[in-house]
């Protein structure tokens, strides 16, 4: 997916040293667990709210300047990624829709097993298209991991939609990752430490909470952000509280807004320090842009398209928060399927 780049553009992060780069992302998990631990609710509904739409479209403006201008040898692998990406979020958003048609409940629970099934047979087929382009690799693996996993996913059908409510933030730590591998891979190590925070401060949210009682409903600082806030069992159901019964619904609440806050400041601010080669405006060090005039004009009206639907994004939630959110998580699983292909890009 790398690509040329002119010799006139600088990466922004060129001005910022390892310390300082390594010491924001430790005191942006630091903050966000804290945060998470203390106000639940509050800090669930503020990350959503102000980082939903922005971290969308930092994350499209990152992927318009390392996709390449042409396909050329790896249009089998995109046409294939494109494929996966609207087929998987149609089908996971249709899902709902169709249970109340469904009065079987075996059938009903083999839809998401069936839909974890094709996610895991896609993934697995990108992996192994990936292992044939260079630098090459032996991807034969995959194929018996991917069934392994399938066959869990039907005797637990619910279990893989739940894990990657968790493991889709951790993604952007990988990415991250392959990022400094390219740019900076002198802070590699430093960063590996660092991201060692992660798993430490959730297993000080877990020691805090593990057994502390559903948190509370809207305070005044909820309503500053939404006159209808969801409900504290929606929010907990989203964490997976239906899903893992013995866990306290504080934890997972709290577990599940500090991860999505890391993976908002990954993405808003750690990524584009690092892996954007302009400033967000400047569409020089994007491929497509330096086809032509036309090219530039396409890349720059994608842009102001996502910038309005962030604006969208932020008048919905001030209008009804508990809809919107809902909507947003549902079509956000577009946004987690993208990163699929765009990490195995990067390896």
Not at 36 to 44: H, M, N, V, Y
Not at 272 to 289: N, Q, V
């Amino acid at each position: 997916m790398s690509t040329a780049v002119p010799s006139a553009a600088v990466p922004v992060a060129a001005r910022f040293s390892r310390a300082a780069f390594l010491g924001g992302f430790v005191a942006l998990a630091v903050a966000a667990a804290a945060l998470a631990g203390a106000l639940p609710i509050e800090f669930s509904l503020a990350t959503v709210f102000l980082f939903a739409g922005p971290h969308n479209w930092f994350e499209a403006r990152y992927a318009l300047g390392r996709l390449p201008a042409r396909a050329g040898k790896l249009w089998g692998f995109f046409a294939v990624s494109a494929l996966g990406i609207v087929g998987l979020t149609v089908a996971y958003a249709g899902i709902p829709a169709a249970l109340p048609h469904i009065d079987d409940e075996f059938v009903a629970d083999g839809l998401y097993s069936a839909w974890s099934s094709a996610f895991l047979l896609w993934v697995a087929t990108l992996v192994w298209m990936r292992s044939r382009t260079n630098p090459r690799f032996d991807g034969g693996w995959v194929w018996p991991v991917a069934c392994l996993i399938a066959a869990g996913a039907w005797l637990t059908p619910f279990a893989l939609p739940v894990a990657l409510v968790y493991l889709h933030p951790l993604m952007a730590l990988g990415l991250l990752d392959r990022e400094l591998a390219r740019s900076r891979p002198e802070w590699r190590r430093a960063y590996g430490w660092a991201v060692a925070c992660i798993p430490l401060l959730l297993g000080a949210l877990w020691w805090q909470f593990h057994d502390a009682p559903e948190p509370t409903g809207a305070g005044s600082l909820t309503l500053a952000f939404t006159p209808q806030p969801p409900r504290v069992e929606a929010l907990a159901d989203h964490a997976g509280a239906w899903f893992l019964p013995g866990v306290s619904s504080h934890f997972l609440i709290a577990a599940h807004a500090f991860l999505e806050m890391v993976h908002y400041g990954v993405w808003v601010v750690l990524i584009p320090l690092i892996g954007m080669r302009s400033w967000p405006w400047e569409l020089k060090t994007i491929p497509a842009a330096r086809r032509g005039p036309n090219g530039a004009r396409a890349v720059a009206a994608i842009l102001l398209f996502g910038l309005l639907i962030v604006a969208t994004l932020w008048v919905c939630f001030g209008l009804d928060y508990a809809t919107t959110r809902h909507v947003y998580f549902t079509v956000a699983m577009l946004h987690v399927l993208a990163e699929v292909p765009f990490l195995l890009r990067m390896v």
